[in-house]
């Protein structure tokens, strides 16, 4: 709507002609003159026959237009999923201009649909182009009349009891880009069709829709990034927040989703939240609730209501759906509980494909004892079953008073794999929680921050215990007191099938005095053990959760201890144990353990706050270590403050220290008020930074009026001197006997100390060598030219030629040709085998991937079990030597025969000839493919010449 001239008379409510251009087509519609808060706007209407008229393009069929094409003479793209929702004809709309302002308006109304559009011609400083959409505003909103009651969904209630529940105003809204917020809408729409529309709408694509609560009314808007790729499957409606930017560059919304928190009662009914998603042409309103009956609860886990939004524009109530992913039961009695549920999941797999998995969960206690039980189910893509089944129990068992078992459990899981939790996360690991007490919590479910830790523990065991074919898993736990002053859970779990994996987490509790609601002192440590041979690595790690004080719940113990060393894979042959983590500078690589510091942090009071920490670790490049100490007392107007510090570190070789201290006292005050006021400082600082050997260092000392600083020591001390090879070779490479460690790996049958026994087509021989190598020979060859170059950091990263350091493989005998030799890496400490004379901790990588070692298999032949061809002629008939080598008399066979010599040749005679050795015969010509017949006539005719000596019959039949 670029332009609209008057052609006759201003009078007011009198007729005008103007012309009016929808993209390239022009009209000449009949107005009327209209003011809207003292602002002049021209009204006006069309109908079909103008469109057939004017608007070039237009079907004459029924004299309408399609308002998708409509649409498109504003420059509005919809994606392709939102223009089916206006994909249809229209017989009139109606109209409004704004001459001072060059802005207008359409509306179209149906039965079940409004829409509004607003165009308003941006400034000159604001056009860049002369395309429609850069020229002008654009709003519109697609809104839907249908209003649905919620009431009549809610399970097991009546309705009547319920108030006022119901979704409507359900609209598509699209806003051009940089849409000018400060335009009031009031000024230009009338306001029956102004609707929902705002001119705060986020730029590209929204769906909004309003949710009446009894007398509340909940907006809910949903921006749609936008993006070519297709839109994926949500898990849920129920996100918390609209996590995806608007990125207007594409044309295909994604799924997005937004949510608000509620926590209103309605009768029986708490709603704790609303969420709403689109994803694949549905919307959907997804609700948190719970039903209240005395002391039983029911929640509502993932309710979700889904429209179709072309159905819902169009007024097919066809396109109404309900879906609720679980549900969860909570019971209350004295002396009793029972509480459970399940919950159906969308499972990603990561590959555009998507699953339902099913989890369950389910507490009974009483006085004596509780028992909880968990469970997983879903079917892989393969069809194959996947189940997890865990039962704890909680009980005095017995014991001695140094291991008290207070409970038991037990699990399995059928193509089920476990992801150790990190340590900090072991608190919340479900077979931990499970067999520590009730899922959930004492006191069951009673109200939304409840019914989250609910979701929590269903999402935790979707993510721990993830589907995967051929994995299996036994767990077992136990929860024991020592002296009733430590309580402790335990779950160890076994995992085999693809992959073998050994794995024991769990969490000790310390309070004194015991059972009071303020002890003393409290410690809660969780810890992991884990032996994995997918990742190649042996860890233990132990970590204070933040339920550990002393003296008061804002004295806070902090700290964790941390040993990883792999012994395959990519980091193979690193290593590192951490107490409270790693010195400041040090950059941590990616697969180390997180630890945090040895602690303690406490907030006194208001105005005064201490914290002290220390760690020490050992990595492939040093030893490191340090403390730090800080308090604050903050009163007002009078700040003061002390810090300490120092962090030292060790290099091996060659063998030096560095080492920093730094101390600052300091305090500050405000005089006066307002602009009169003045603040006055005064700080009191040093550092001392050492080095050696020999004991070397600098020192400063700051002060408000001076600083100054000195040396000790000898200074050039600080650089670090090469070692020669004689003193590398002493100390780091061990005699050559003990260089190289050979095993046969694979196919060992039988061994003694002499000689082993192998299968030759699956042998496997390793050679592993404690230094590094840069190069392989074969026979004389060289195997690896391609080897990493090996440096000496302590001689100054001096590189060893090729020939210095290498693994010559000599092969002999006839199968010489016949093996494969594969070569082995693994990580060396880059301060002994780096590039640099002092590794420097700032930079990143500890270790360096060298060659070290060799692995000899067979030549792939043909694999166990096959047969090769056999050459039919080497079973052709050849007349028998006595005197053959291969042929010698053996000891009289044992038994009852008969040695009447004419009885023998005639049950000889009798047995060449009957039909069932006539057909073994044949049998054994056909398969050699030879053209004979067989015969054993000569043989039957002259028995004597087919034996050396009197044959021999059993008594028995032949």
């Known amino acids: 709507m670029n332009n609209i001239e008057k052609s006759n008379s201003n009078t007011p409510g009198t007729s005008l002609a103007l012309r009016l251009e929808i993209g390239d087509s022009i009209i000449t519609p009949s107005v009327e003159q209209k003011f809207l808060d003292n602002k002049k706007y021209y009204y006006g209407s069309l109908t079909g026959g103008d469109f057939f008229k004017y608007i070039d ?31 249809f004809d229209i017989s009139e709309l109606d109209f409004g201009w704004y001459p001072e302002d060059e802005a207008g308006w359409l509306h179209i109304s149906t039965a ?6 607003l165009s308003v011609k941006k400034s000159t ?54 849409f000018d917020q400060s335009i009031k809408l009031e000024e230009y729409l009338p306001e029956k069709i102004r609707g929902g529309l705002s001119a705060k709408s986020n730029p590209g694509f929204s769906i909004a829709v309003e949710v009446d609560l009894d007398d509340m009314t909940i907006p809910l808007v949903l921006p749609l990034q936008r993006s070519t790729a297709k839109s994926k499957a949500l898990a849920d409606a129920k996100i918390s927040a609209a996590e995806n930017p608007l990125d207007g560059s ?66 097919d109530l066809d396109g109404l759906s309900f879906d609720l992913s679980g549900l ?107 067999l520590g007490g009730d899922p959930i919590g004492d006191s069951g479910v009673d109200d939304s921050k409840s019914l989250a830790i609910v979701r929590k523990r269903f999402d935790a065991l979707s993510k721990y215990l993830p589907a995967v074919s051929g994995q299996y898993l036994v767990c077992a736990g136990i929860h024991f007191n020592t002296y009733k002053q430590v309580e402790s859970t335990a779950v160890l779990m076994v995992e085999f099938g693809q992959n073998l994996g050994i794995h024991l987490v769990g969490i000790s509790d310390m309070r004194l005095p015991m059972a ?102 050992l990595t492939p490049i040093a030893i490191m270590a340090g403390a730090g100490v800080s308090a604050n007392l903050s009163c007002g107007r009078v700040k003061a403050w002390f810090n300490a ?81 004689r003193k590398f070779e002493t100390e780091q490479i061990p005699p050559i006997d003990k260089q190289l460690d050979a095993s046969i790996t694979k196919g060992v049958r039988e061994e003694s100390k002499a000689w082993s026994l192998i299968d030759p087509d699956i042998f496997e021989l390793k050679v592993s060598s404690i230094i590094p190598l840069n190069n392989i020979s074969l026979n004389g060859n060289n195997h690896f030219d391609n080897a990493k170059a090996v440096n000496i950091a302590p001689m100054g990263g001096v590189k060893i030629s090729q020939e210095d350091w290498e693994i010559d493989v000599e092969v002999t005998g006839s199968g010489a040709s016949s093996f494969v030799i594969s070569p082995e890496n693994k990580r ?75 009885k023998n040749s005639e049950k000889i005679k009798n047995t060449l000839t009957t039909q069932a050795v006539k057909d073994q015969r044949k049998k054994v010509v056909d398969f050699f493919d030879l053209d004979c017949q067989p015969t054993v006539n000569l043989m039957k005719n002259d028995l004597e010449s087919a034996f050396i000596g009197t044959p021999l019959t059993q008594s028995a039949a032949l």
């Open 328 to 434: 969860y039961l909570d019971l209350q009695t004295s002396g009793f509980s029972l509480s459970g549920g399940f919950l159906r999941k969308t499972i990603d797999d990561g590959h555009g494909a998507s699953r339902d998995e099913y989890l369950g969960q389910l507490s009974l206690k009483t006085k004596a004892l509780s028992l909880t039980a968990l469970g997983i189910y879903s079917q892989l893509d393969n069809g194959d079953q996947s189940l997890f089944a865990y039962l704890a129990l909680n009980m005095p068992i017995g014991g001695d008073p140094a291991f008290f078992v207070e409970g038991l459990a037990l699990g399995f899981g059928y193509n089920r794999d476990v992801l150790v939790p990190p340590v900090n996360e072991v608190n919340e690991f479900p077979l931990v929680t499970a």
């Open 57 to 87: 393009g237009i079907d004459a069929k029924d004299s309408k237009i399609n308002l998708a094409t409509l649409l498109k003479n504003f420059d509005v793209e919809l994606e392709e999923s939102l223009a089916e929702i206006v994909d």
């Open 516 to 617: 009071v609601d303020n002890p003393v002192i409290a410690i809660e440590m969780a810890y992991r053990m884990s032996f994995d041979m997918a990742e190649g690595v042996v860890s233990l790690q132990a970590q204070l959760t933040d339920n550990s004080y002393v003296l008061s719940r804002r004295c806070r113990l902090t700290g964790g201890f941390a040993f990883s060393s792999w012994f395959n894979g990519e980091h193979k042959g690193d290593f590192v144990v951490s107490m409270g983590g790693y010195h400041p500078d040090f950059y941590v690589p990616d697969h180390y353990p997180s630890v945090p510091r040895l602690g303690i942090s406490w907030q006194v009071s208001d105005s005064i706050y201490f914290k002290g920490e220390m760690y020490a670790a």
């Open 112 to 117: 079940y649909l409004s829409v509004t559009l």
């Open 645 to 725: 510090d120092m962090n030292f570190i060790i290099y091996w070789q060659p063998f030096h220290y560095q080492a920093h201290f730094g101390v600052a006292i300091g305090a500050e005050v405000t005089l006066g008020w307002g602009w009169l006021s003045k603040t006055f400082r005064a700080e009191l600082s040093a550092k001392l930074d050492v080095y050696g050997p020999d004991f070397s260092g600098e020192a400063e000392v700051h002060w408000i009026i001076f600083s100054f600083s000195f040396d000790f020591g000898s200074r050039s001390n600080k650089a670090v001197e090469a070692i020669t090879w």
């Open 828 to 902: 060396y400490p880059k301060a002994v085998w780096g590039k640099d004379l002092v590794a420097k901790i700032s930079e990143k990588g500890t270790t360096v991937d060298l060659l070290s070692g060799l692995v000899i298999t067979p030549e792939l032949t043909a694999p166990p079990g096959f047969t090769e061809a056999l050459n039919a002629s080497d079973f052709s008939f050849s007349d028998l030597e006595e005197s053959d080598a291969n042929w010698q008399w053996g000891e009289a066979i044992k038994g009852d025969f008969c040695h009447d010599a004419t």
């Open 125 to 178: 400083t604001e056009t860049s182009s002369n395309s429609v959409s850069d020229k002008r505003h654009t709003l519109l909103s697609i809104a839907s009349t249908y209003e649905q009651d919620l009431t009549e969904i809610m399970p097991l209630v009546d309705a009547k009891s319920l108030p006022t529940m119901q979704l409507k105003n359900a609209s598509i809204i699209y806003a051009s880009s940089n």
């Open 250 to 315: 594409d044309d295909t919304p994604k799924s997005s989703n937004t949510s608000a928190s509620v926590g209103r009662s309605l009768g029986p009914i708490t709603v704790n939240g609303l969420g709403l998603a689109y994803q694949d042409g549905e919307l959907i309103l997804g609700m948190d609730g719970a039903l209240n009956l005395a002391n039983f609860q029911m929640y509502l886990l993932d309710m979700n209501l889904k429209l179709n939004v072309k159905a819902l524009m169009s007024g």
